[in-house]
């Protein structure tokens, strides 16, 4: 079935720094999530995208779906220590969710 | 509005015993999934289920697991013949509408852990 790739694996940002994460897909989605786990948490939902090239943003998070629908970015600009977490991307197919592997953020203060 | 709930928080058990791990929805929804998290992985899709029926269980392991979400009450992951492998955090989401777009709400998860 179809599959997202995630990268990086992690990354470590001093605080200030910006942060990126990509996902990738040989296919085009119809949809793309954004979820964030803290450490020792569950998944929180943070945003859907549908359109190509949409572009949505939340405060210091920008996000991101490509032209063709293929690949999808979240961008942090200016990071602190409360963006620490695991960011995956997903997409709906047919209810259930796909997810990417994952970037585990650290952000040293 | 209380969101999805799942106990128990942790479980431990031996090899061979039995596990249930039960999942509550938000209020007004309907549909019901299960993702598990290995150690250091990432969330994988299990199955999907609206009340009283299965509609996606494409990705639980052929053997042992089972999944029901009845009439009343929450849903229920049963596994049986625990082996050490079956360790790992259990998660369960909800959802509205038609469950095919749109965000799920995850619970709090249940960890397991296999002796």
């Known amino acids: 079935g179809q599959q997202v790739m995630q990268i990086p694996q992690y990354q470590h940002v001093q605080e200030g720094e910006d942060f990126t994460t990509y996902c990738n897909s040989s296919?085009?989605?119809?949809?793309i999530q954004w979820y964030k786990q803290r450490p020792g948490g569950h998944p929180v939902f943070l945003i859907q995208?549908?359109?190509?090239?949409e572009v949505k943003k939340q405060k210091r998070l920008t996000f991101q779906f490509g032209e063709a629908k293929k690949n999808s970015s979240l961008h942090i600009t200016a990071t602190q220590t409360t963006d620490v977490g695991t960011y995956f991307c997903a997409y709906n197919q047919g209810g259930k969710l796909i997810f990417g592997q994952g970037t585990e953020l650290s952000v040293k203060p | 509005n209380a969101g999805v709930m799942q106990n128990p928080r942790h479980l431990v058990r031996r090899r061979g015993q039995e596990a249930r791990l039960r999942c509550s929805p938000m209020k007004g929804h309907s549909h019901v999934y299960w993702y598990r998290q290995l150690p250091e992985e990432g969330l994988k899709f299990m199955v999907y289920l609206q009340k009283e029926n299965i509609i996606d269980e494409s990705g639980m392991p052929k053997e042992r697991f089972s999944a029901e979400f009845p009439k009343e009450g929450p849903s229920i992951l049963r596994i049986q013949q625990v082996v050490r492998g079956d360790s790992a955090a259990y998660f369960c989401a909800s959802s509205s509408g038609t469950g095919t777009s749109g965000e799920q709400f995850f619970g709090p998860g249940t960890r397991l852990t296999v002796l």
């Open positions: 296919t085009t989605l119809s949809n």
């Open positions: 995208l549908v359109k190509s090239g």
